[in-house]
C-alpha cells in the first residue's frame, strides 16, 4: 500500500514510521528499502485485502497520475460489510484498477460485481506475446479502423490477438503495451502502437469486438473530469455501418 493511517492521517511511507492498515486496522510497517519501492507492508505476511497486489514502478506511476485524496480509496459492500481498497476512486465515484499481475476470470468477475462503475488499465508489457499478438492484428487488418471518430477499430472472429483473460469483461479495459522503459531502449525505438492506450469495449458479440484508442493525456484529463462514459448505442451503429459499407466495398472487388 502507499498509504497507512498515522494519527488518522493518510499517510506515505518513511523509513521508521508506524500506522494502521485503513482496512483492518491492523499495524502496518513502512517499507524502503533499496529496490522496492516505498509501501506499507502487514506485520504478519497475509495481507487482509485478498485482491491485493505488490505494486510495481507501473503500478505506482498511475497511481500518482491521481489526486492523493482520490488514491487507495476504502470501498465497503453495504450488504456483505466486504471491504477492499480501489486504486482510484474519482468524485464521480467511478473506480480505476491497475492491473500488473495474472488475475483469474473469477477474481476479474468479482471485482467487477464489486465496484459495477470502473475500468480496468492493464499492464500490457507482463506477457511479451501480447504485445507481439497484438501488433500481428493490424499487420493482417485483423484490427482495422471502423471510425474516425474517437476512434474506433474492430476486431472479427479471431480474438486470440488479445490477452484472453480480459475478452468477457463487462466494464472498458484499457492495455498499456509501452509500460516501463526497458534501461537499453530508446524512446525512439518504440513502437507507434504503444503509445495510445487500446480500450477494448464490453459487448460486441460473438463475432466482434470493438475497441477504442485513446491518447495518454486525454485519458488521464477524461477521469479526472470524472469518468468516461461510453454512448455504447452510437458506438454499435456506427460499427455496424462500418462493417455494411466493408462488405459492400468486398463484393464489388476492393478491398
Ligand atoms: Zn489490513
Not at 497484438?134 to 474516425?148: C, R, T
Request: proline letters at 3%.
Amino acid at each position: 500500500m502507499k498509504f497507512a493511517l498515522v494519527d488518522n492521517k493518510k499517510k506515505e511511507a518513511e523509513k521508521g514510521l508506524k500506522g494502521l492498515c485503513p482496512i483492518c486496522q491492523q499495524p502496518v510497517i513502512a517499507k524502503c528499502g533499496k529496490y522496492k519501492i516505498n509501501h506499507w507492508a502487514h506485520k504478519s505476511l497475509k495481507h487482509c485485502d485478498s485482491w491485493w497486489e505488490n505494486e510495481t514502478e507501473w503500478h505506482r506511476q498511475w497511481k500518482n497520475t491521481f489526486p492523493v485524496e482520490w488514491q487507495e480509496i476504502v470501498a465497503i459492500d453495504e450488504n456483505s460489510g466486504e471491504k477492499h481498497i480501489a486504486d482510484i476512486k474519482t468524485n464521480g465515484d467511478m473506480v480505476v484498477e491497475f492491473q500488473h499481475s495474472n488475475i483469474s476470470e473469477e477474481e476479474r468477475i468479482s471485482r467487477e460485481n464489486f465496484y459495477r462503475n470502473m475500468i480496468w488499465i492493464v499492464d500490457g508489457t507482463r506477457r511479451k506475446r501480447d504485445f507481439s499478438h497484438f501488433k500481428e492484428a493490424f499487420l493482417y487488418n485483423s484490427i482495422w479502423l471502423a471510425s474516425q471518430n474517437d476512434p474506433l477499430y474492430v476486431l472479427e472472429t479471431d480474438f486470440s490477438y488479445l490477452p484472453k483473460e480480459w475478452l468477457n469483461s463487462r466494464v472498458p479495459v484499457l492495455f498499456d503495451f509501452k509500460g516501463l522503459l526497458d534501461k537499453n531502449e530508446k524512446e525512439y525505438d518504440r513502437d507507434s502502437l504503444r503509445e495510445p492506450l487500446w480500450c477494448l469495449l464490453p459487448g460486441g458479440g460473438n463475432n466482434i469486438k470493438v475497441l477504442c484508442k485513446f491518447n495518454r493525456k486525454t485519458l488521464v484529463e477524461l477521469i479526472q473530469g470524472g469518468g468516461i462514459i461510453f454512448n455504447y448505442d452510437v458506438i454499435n451503429n456506427t460499427i455496424n455501418q462500418a462493417i455494411q459499407y466493408r462488405n459492400l466495398r468486398r463484393r464489388y472487388g476492393y478491398y
